[in-house]
């Protein structure tokens, strides 16, 4: 059965697959994005000891890795990384796994400026694949966002990312063994086609008991401003139109 395969066995057969579909602006082709990242040597080993993993994992869910797309999401007061997966056209995700994080940084409520070690909070996607990172692999966030630059700080900062290893001063690290199998599942997905994997990051269940529980916090508007997102997520496990949402509060 193909799903059966080792992930590097379907590889190849991608590569030799007539008609390599086109992606979307200057993001490459299927066939060439896997081609590019694995001249990396970090892929290669990572796909070596993960990939038949990775492919009975998703064999087990009905997934296929040659029409896979992922969203990823962070509730900071649980401390993991939620992985959602589904086949291209299927509908809601499916939580496939959680990775927990090796380390944590700032407090609850959003990243504004440079230094101030806070992971964001908000509706972002990743933006870089970065396979010769200092913490091993690394898939960048795109942040700051047009909502985060609309706030007007004159500074917001940069380089967030999902990451191996242990240490932390804003970014999300999951050990060497969970950004493996994290960052080739955005590979796959990503040489399958899909040009934006979005990336949530909540500091709590966004829920009105939750909220209440801080009604203290300077934060409450910006938070009620994600909460349509984050409802909308828990009640269809599809992300909703997010651009208007995002913007909301401070």
Not at 146 to 174: K, M
Not at 210 to 237: D, I, K, N, T, V
Request: glycine share 10%.
């Amino acid at each position: 059965m193909l799903l059966l395969l080792p992930l590097y066995q379907l590889l190849a057969q991608g590569c030799t697959a007539k008609g390599d579909r086109a992606s979307t602006g200057d993001l490459p082709t299927q066939t060439a994005f896997w081609q590019q990242q694995l001249k990396f040597s970090r892929v290669r080993v990572a796909l070596a000891g993960t990939g038949p993993v990775l492919a009975e994992r998703l064999s087990a869910r009905g997934l296929d890795p040659q029409r896979l797309e992922l969203m990823f999401r962070l509730i900071k007061t649980n401390q993991e990384l939620e992985v959602w997966a589904r086949n291209q056209g299927a509908g809601a995700f499916l939580l496939l796994d959680r990775y927990p994080l090796a380390a944590t940084s700032g407090r609850l409520g959003p990243k504004r400026r440079a230094g101030d070690r806070q992971v964001p909070e908000g509706f972002y996607e990743i933006d870089r694949f970065n396979p010769h990172s200092e913490y091993l692999l690394s898939l960048g966030l795109n942040y700051p966002n047009a909502a985060d630059r609309s706030l007007g700080e004159p500074n917001p900062g940069g380089d967030i990312f999902i990451h191996g290893g242990a240490v932390t001063v804003g970014c999300l690290p999951i050990t060497d063994a969970g950004i493996e199998e994290v960052y080739l599942l955005a590979v796959a997905a990503r040489a399958a086609g899909q040009a934006v994997i979005p990336v949530h990051i909540f500091p709590f269940p966004l829920t009105e008991a939750e909220l209440a529980r801080r009604s203290a916090s300077p934060h409450q508007s910006f938070w009620r401003g994600l909460m349509p997102g984050y409802a909308y997520f828990e009640h269809h496990h599809q992300p909703a139109g997010l651009a208007p949402l995002a913007v909301a509060g401070k």
